[in-house]
């Protein structure tokens, strides 16, 4: 394998990972306070909306960012609203986040747009650029230009962002004092009560952390990856994230590894499309179907085989009563 190839599947990895890093450390978060977060894919596609709506009409990345984080915050307050503060089926909650985002996306973009669902190209000049252009393209013969140069460093500021939180969101529940908090809410929300400290309080906290981190997530999808919205452009990358932090835990370094896995395995899907099949296997190209459900397989594959066996919070899922 050539350093061409390395550097490309390097970069595909990276860039793929990183609004799956970013959803998944929302969902960490938000399930170690003991709030069950399935709606990690509205809340992904709300942001993605919210991001490209506003950068094309304002012609602003920072406005963008901004209005992806703060639609992505209040349904992380309705979703809290539904279950925290009236005790609801926090799966339920959910779901309805889903549906509701995938309907209103569209009704919004059509009323607004006109164009089916879809909002208007972002500009140029307007979308997250790679931090460093000269790397853009890999270069045959130069190992350090290519595997580091493309492969690492070719990135734009979102993608570097997702693997810092990584790092920012391990040091907060485990070495800060809020974040032991947060963590205790998960496991023992009566002990938390006892000590003088809101429950609800504190998964609200929760839940606005998460809000910020899916806007992001959000927002990488329309202000880096793509040019513009399109109805259900997240695809399923948030019960992905949800895959990947199950299997991982719900603790960010074992997420990180699975993030990379399912990147690593997009980014390899995406490179066979068009590869012959051997002879003995009946020649042809690989189906670009098969290439495509890989990463829902995997993620299908890992629930059903780690889903009973990890250790989730002791509370999660479980809406708490204060006792009188």
Not at 22 to 33: D, K, Q
Not at 137 to 145: D, I, Y
Not at 277 to 298: D, F, M, R, S
Request: charged letters at 10%; aromatic letters at 8%; glycine letters at 12%.
């Amino acid at each position: 394998m050539d350093e061409v190839l390395i550097a490309s599947v390097l970069a595909s990895t990276l860039r793929v990972s990183a609004p799956l890093l970013l959803c998944a450390m929302a969902g960490v978060l938000s399930e170690r306070a003991g709030v069950v977060d399935l709606g990690l894919e509205g809340k992904m596609l709300l942001a993605a909306f919210a991001a490209a709506a506003t950068a094309a009409v304002t012609h602003s990345t920072g406005l963008g960012l901004l209005a992806a984080i703060v639609v992505a915050c209040f349904a992380s307050l309705l979703h809290g609203f539904a279950c925290v503060s009236n005790r609801g089926d926090q799966v339920v909650s959910g779901v309805a986040l889903n549906m509701i985002a995938a309907g209103l996306t569209v009704v919004l973009g059509i009323a607004w747009f006109q164009q089916g669902g879809q909002t208007p190209p972002i500009e140029a000049d307007v979308r997250l650029t790679a931090l460093a252009p000269g790397f853009a393209e890999p270069q045959a013969g130069q190992w350090w230009a290519s595997v580091v140069g493309h492969g690492l460093l070719s990135h734009n500021v979102l993608v570097y962002v997702a693997f810092l939180m990584v790092a920012a969101v391990w040091f907060f529940l485990e070495r800060t004092r809020p974040g032991l908090r947060l963590r205790a809410v998960g496991e023992n929300p009566a002990m938390v009560e006892a000590a003088g400290m809101s429950v609800q309080g504190l998964r609200y906290q929760a839940l606005l952390m998460n809000g910020v981190l899916c806007g992001l997530a959000g927002a990488y999808l329309t202000l880096a990856q793509n040019a513009s919205f399109s109805p259900n452009m997240t695809a399923g990358r948030g019960f992905i994230a949800l895959a990947a932090m199950i299997f991982g835990k719900w603790k960010p370094l074992p997420t990180l590894g699975a993030c990379l896995l399912f990147g690593f395995l997009d980014a390899v899907a995406i490179r066979m499309q068009g590869v012959q099949l051997p002879a003995a296997l009946g020649g042809g190209e690989v189906p670009v179907q098969l290439i495509q459900a890989l990463p829902y397989i995997l993620t299908v594959v890992l629930l059903a085989g780690f889903i009973g066996s990890a250790i989730a919070p002791k509370a999660l899922g479980r809406p708490y009563v204060k006792e009188r």
